[in-house]
């Protein structure tokens, strides 16, 4: 039986709703795994690039060697983007392994897991480019009444390769906080079809 082109089954159940959860959940595998190999990317890129930021200065025939342990929102960041992009990668792994599978997510528990996991990585990545951009920032500007210097005046290579690493990671950020959202809407929509399939009965 057929009403307006739409399938229905015996139990008044539209017949065609599965596959086109199929369709919605291959597009959003898609962005999900380029979403995840981007933050990956820039994750990896973040902590190489502050892991490895160093440069010397003379100062009264001194030595003094500026390097990311002098900072400690720089450690965390370093931390933080390191966790992200094993993660990541793993995630990476997974959502590889399902597009070849070809299974849709109806697992509760393991979209409880991804939306749990997602939510985490977003709010520590968050949690360390807002401390990084603040150091960066007394780092550019100083703070005249606590008499610090504008370090970045005297370390500017430094300085600048730094500033690229929190770059990445405030993007990287972003894009977590994006896919934050699409496992949010992957766990969710579960939950939808079971409520749509107890109104169809």
């Known amino acids: 039986m057929s009403y307006l082109g739409i399938g229905v089954s015996p139990g008044n159940v539209p017949i065609h709703h599965r596959s086109n959860l199929k369709v919605i959940d291959k597009r959003v595998r898609l962005a999900e795994l380029i979403l995840r190999c981007l933050i990956c990317g820039l994750a990896v890129l973040a902590a190489v690039l502050i892991g490895t930021d160093s440069q010397v200065r003379v100062i009264f025939s001194i030595q003094k ?85 504008k370090l970045c005046d ?25 896919l934050s959202g699409i496992s949010a809407f992957s766990l969710f929509r579960l939950y939808g079809n079971s409520a749509g399939k107890g109104n169809a009965k």
């Open 65 to 149: 060697k500026a390097k990311f342990t002098d900072m400690k929102s720089l450690v965390f960041l370093v931390i933080a983007n390191g966790l992200a992009a094993a993660y990541s990668l793993v995630q990476v792994i997974r959502c590889i392994l399902s597009m070849i599978r070809g299974s849709v997510l109806f697992n509760k528990p393991l979209a409880w897991a991804i939306f749990s996991g997602d939510q985490l990585m977003a709010y520590l990545t968050l949690a360390a480019v807002a401390a990084a951009a603040q150091s960066a920032v007394f780092s550019k500007l100083g703070q005249t009444e606590l008499q610090w210097m």
């Open 154 to 178: 005297m370390y500017g290579k430094y300085c600048n390769q730094a500033g690229k690493g929190v770059a990445s990671s405030v993007i990287a950020s972003l894009s977590m906080i994006v």
